[in-house]
């Protein structure tokens, strides 16, 4: 599927390693980028279904939205423009990285 981001610190952590208003440590900045490649390799949603580690989930109340976790702690929040209409592919927008399992 095709990835933007719709946040310009996300893509600065995803280039760069680093940005100022994600100060993570770098375990989680590597699952962020290897979450982002599993977005970039998937054919459709179901791949990223089929991926149990990345909890892949509709949030309610939004609908076009969805997260996937990035570690215990932390997931990121997209937006995605479906290109079919049966929703299975589409352009996954990446706006937020939260700190929302409250795990380590």
Known sequence: MKVEFRNAQLMKLYEEGRARKYPLDASVIRRFVAVVGWFKAAKDIHDLWKLPSLNFEALKGYPNR???????????????DWENPEKTIGLVGIVELSNHYGGK
């Open 66 to 80: 969805y997260s996937a976790r990035v570690s215990a702690k932390y997931r990121v929040e997209m937006e995605i």
